[in-house]
C-alpha cells in the first residue's frame, strides 16, 4: 500500500506541480527557474541517501513524506521571499487538478516559509486545506507558538467548510500518523480539549471522525482523562439536548475514540459501554491448521457457552514472531453483539498471512489469543512455516 501510495508524488506529476506553479508565477511577473528546481530536487533526494544510486532511481528511492518535505524545500529555492505563498496558493485555486497528494506540497511549503507570521501562515493553510488537508504543514506553526494556534483555530470552529473544521482537531492531533508529535499537547492536553469539545457533534462524519482520532491519540498518554470525557459526554446531562440521531453518533465518536483503551482490556471502558463481567465465561479455540504456509491462513473457531442477554466484544490477539525471536502482538477485531440466544454457538474466521507492505512476517512458533471483553480467555500456538 505504502509503495503505491508514494506514487501520488511521483516525479512526473511533481513537475505537472512545478509547471503550474511557474504559470501563475509569469502572471504575477515573477521568474520561476526550472532546472534551478529540478536541481533541488535531486540534490536534497542525493543527500538523503547513504549508497550511490543513478540520478534516475534517487526520486524512487524517496518515501512519501520525504518527497513531500523535498519539493517543498525546492520550492521554497526558487520562489521569491514575500510573493511566493501568493503564487502558490493561486496555483492551487486555478488548477483544479493539484488537489489531493500535491496540494500537500503547497501547504508544507507554506509551512515552512520563513517569511510569513502566524497569522498569514495560518490564513494560508486555511485556504490551501480546502483541497486535501493541511494536516502536517500546520504542525510548524504549532511548534513555534502552540497557544497563538490555538486561539486562532478556535475562530474556525464555525467555518462554512468542513476541511477547516476538521483541521483544527487533525491538524493539533499530538500522536498524528507521519506528523511530527506535538510534545506540547501530548503534556497538556487541556490546552485542545475545548476545541474537540466544541466539534464533537459537527454535522459532518469526517470532522466527527477526526475529534475520536484525537481523543485516541489522547488515551495513549492519559487514559483516565479520556475516560472522563466519555462519561460526562454520555451523561444523561450531556445528551439531553440532542436528538436520537445526535446521541447515536456521539456514542460512536467515544467507541471510536477509546478503541486502544478497548484493547487494552480497560474495565472502566467496557462497563460504560455496556460490557459486563465474563468472568464465569469459559470458550474453546480449536484450530484447522497448527501449520500456516508463508501466504496462506490461519483458520480457527470459538465455541461460546449458552449466554442470555450478554453483550460480548470479541478480539483475537496474534503474536508475531519478530527478526531477534521475541513475540509481538496484534491485536484485531473480531465480533461486536449482544447475545440473546440460550444455545452454544461456533465461530469461524481466517486470518491472512498474505504479504503486506506495513507488516514483515518471518518464521517459527506464533501464538493466538481469544479477548472477550478485554479478558484472555483461551490461546493456542501454531507454526509459520517459510
Known amino acids: 500500500m505504502a509503495e503505491l501510495l508514494k506514487q501520488q508524488l511521483s516525479w512526473h506529476k511533481i513537475i505537472e506541480l512545478s509547471n503550474s506553479i511557474a504559470l501563475q508565477a509569469k502572471v504575477a511577473d515573477i521568474e520561476f527557474n526550472h532546472k534551478k528546481f529540478e536541481q533541488q530536487l535531486l540534490l536534497f533526494?542525493?543527500?538523503?541517501?547513504?549508497?550511490?544510486?543513478?540520478?534516475?532511481?534517487?526520486?524512487?528511492?524517496?518515501?512519501?513524506?520525504?518527497r513531500l518535505k523535498f519539493a517543498a524545500r525546492a520550492l521554497q529555492q526558487v520562489m521569491p521571499e514575500t510573493a511566493g505563498a501568493?503564487?502558490?496558493l493561486r496555483t492551487l485555486q486555478q488548477d483544479t487538478s493539484l488537489s489531493g497528494w500535491?496540494?500537500?506540497?503547497?501547504?508544507?511549503?507554506?509551512?515552512?516559509?520563513?517569511?510569513?507570521?502566524i497569522e498569514q501562515g495560518l490564513s494560508y493553510l486555511q485556504q490551501m486545506t480546502e483541497y486535501f488537508s493541511a494536516e502536517f504543514a500546520i504542525r510548524h506553526f504549532i511548534l513555534r507558538e502552540p497557544q497563538q494556534v490555538v486561539d486562532i483555530l478556535s475562530t474556525w470552529l464555525t467555518h462554512k467548510n468542513h476541511h477547516v473544521r476538521r483541521l483544527v482537531s487533525e491538524g493539533t492531533r499530538p500522536r498524528l500518523p507521519w506528523g511530527v508529535?506535538?510534545?506540547?499537547?501530548?503534556?497538556?492536553?487541556?490546552?485542545?480539549l475545548p476545541l474537540l469539545a466544541a466539534l464533537r457533534d459537527d454535522p459532518q462524519e469526517y470532522v466527527r471522525r477526526s475529534v475520536a482520532n484525537h481523543l485516541n491519540d489522547i488515551a495513549k498518554d492519559h487514559p483516565q482523562r479520556?475516560?472522563?470525557?466519555?462519561?460526562?459526554?454520555?451523561s444523561s446531562h450531556a445528551l439531553q439536548t440532542l436528538s436520537q440521531h445526535q446521541q447515536v453518533q456521539r456514542t460512536r465518536l467515544l467507541r471510536h475514540a477509546c478503541r486502544t483503551l478497548f484493547k487494552q482490556g480497560n474495565s472502566e471502558v467496557l462497563s460504560l459501554f455496556?460490557?459486563?463481567?465474563?468472568?464465569?465465561?469459559?470458550c474453546e479455540l480449536i484450530l484447522h491448521n497448527a501449520e500456516v504456509t508463508w501466504g496462506g491462513e490461519l483458520a480457527f473457531e470459538l465455541i461460546l457457552p449458552d449466554a442470555c442477554n450478554r453483550q460480548y466484544m470479541i478480539d483475537y490477539v496474534i503474536f508475531h514472531q519478530?527478526?531477534?525471536?521475541?513475540?509481538?502482538?496484534?491485536?484485531?477485531?473480531?465480533?461486536?453483539?449482544?447475545r440473546t440466544c440460550d444455545q452454544s454457538q461456533v465461530l469461524l474466521?481466517?486470518?491472512?498471512?498474505?504479504?503486506?507492505?506495513?507488516?514483515?512476517?518471518?518464521?517459527?512458533?506464533?501464538?493466538?489469543?481469544?479477548?472477550?471483553?478485554?479478558?484472555?480467555?483461551?490461546?493456542?500456538?501454531?507454526?509459520?512455516?517459510?
Not at 500535491?102 to 507570521?117: A, D, N, R
Open 322 to 338: 519478530k527478526a531477534n525471536g521475541t513475540l509481538t502482538p496484534k491485536v484485531f477485531k473480531w465480533l461486536d453483539r449482544k
Open 181 to 192: 508529535r506535538l510534545a506540547v499537547f501530548i503534556s497538556q492536553p487541556e490546552m485542545v
Open 45 to 66: 533526494a542525493a543527500e538523503q541517501l547513504t549508497f550511490d544510486c543513478e540520478q534516475s532511481a534517487l526520486w524512487e528511492s524517496l518515501t512519501l513524506m520525504q
Open 274 to 282: 455496556g460490557y459486563g463481567s465474563v468472568d464465569d465465561v469459559n
Open 349 to 386: 474466521k481466517k486470518h491472512s498471512f498474505k504479504a503486506i507492505s506495513t507488516r514483515r512476517y518471518y518464521p517459527g512458533l506464533h501464538r493466538i489469543e481469544i479477548m472477550i471483553n478485554g479478558i484472555k480467555k483461551a490461546e493456542a500456538t501454531f507454526e509459520l512455516r517459510a
Open 86 to 88: 501568493d503564487v502558490v
Open 102 to 117: 500535491l496540494s500537500l506540497i503547497c501547504c508544507e511549503y507554506v509551512g515552512i516559509h520563513q517569511h510569513l507570521s
Open 226 to 234: 479520556v475516560i472522563e470525557i466519555a462519561r460526562d459526554w454520555l
